[in-house]
């Protein structure tokens, strides 16, 4: 790249020329015009993406792109309903796009990732109503990820599930007939007995929750944390 150098330029800039002086016009050479063309279309290039006529926005696109503030195939959290302005991004909703319009975001994500689609397409992430887990990778931590629909693997998912575990019965102590300790499912808020959680004894019947307030526990279709909703989004460009 160079600044302007030809007839009529002055300090290395454009004048309109002034014939009173007289200062002729810039001329603008086909040297420079080469020079700005090639700098302008390789950086474009560099981004990944191929120069199209009349794209005006491809060199904002590749500056973005260029200067690390995101990549192709990025996903993010998105605190609205509407996409933002750019129309660089597409909610994760799982839709099915033909390869030959986004041959940059099918070669970041892949092909049958995110679910199977017909010949010629791929689809996005489907993330509605889900929440993300890292992917286990081998380390153990989900237990069941062989299991995930998919294998242990990017884009696999899990359905919802409770834990196996064990429910605390209360054992009585007090019969009248000084018979051997039973199991007693009516000690659970009895005054009488004399472990609360036989199991674990973590809580004593003084103590532990009345029934009123266990027939007040939330409930609902799913066992869940309290959680919030965003939108997440793709980078398609």
């Known amino acids: 790249m160079h600044r302007i150098d030809g007839p009529g330029a002055v300090s290395n800039l454009f004048t309109e020329g002034d014939p009173s002086v007289p200062q002729m016009a810039t001329v603008v050479s086909a040297a420079w015009l080469n020079d700005v063309q090639e700098n302008l279309a390789r950086a ?96 153990g931590v989900d237990p069941d990820a062989a299991l995930r629909n998919g294998g242990d693997h990017v884009g696999s998912t899990q359905e919802d599930a409770i834990r196996k575990h064990n429910h605390p019965t209360g ?27 036989a199991y674990t004894q973590d809580f004593n019947v003084t103590t532990g929750k009345t029934a009123t307030e266990m027939n007040n526990v939330p409930k609902a279709l799913e066992t869940r944390m309290k959680n919030i909703a965003f939108m997440f989004i793709i980078r398609w460009r």
């Not at 995101?70 to 099915?96: F, Q």
């Not at 000690?187 to 004399?194: F, K, V």
């Open 44 to 139: 474009i290039e560099a981004a990944g993406i191929t120069p199209v006529k009349a794209d005006y926005d491809q060199l904002r696109r590749a500056i973005t792109l260029l200067s690390g503030s995101g990549e192709i195939g990025e996903v993010k959290l998105w605190p609205s309903e509407i996409l933002p302005t750019s129309g660089d991004w597409m909610e994760c909703d799982g839709s099915a796009l033909p390869i030959v319009d986004y041959p940059a975001l099918y070669a970041a994500i892949g092909g049958s990732a995110f679910g199977s689609a017909l010949s010629g397409y791929f689809r996005l992430p489907n993330v509605r109503g889900r929440v993300v887990r890292g992917w286990d990778h081998g380390a």
């Open 171 to 197: 054992s009585n102590t007090g019969k009248a007939d000084g018979g051997a300790s039973v199991v007693d499912p009516g000690t659970w808020n009895s005054a009488n007995a004399l472990i609360y959680n």
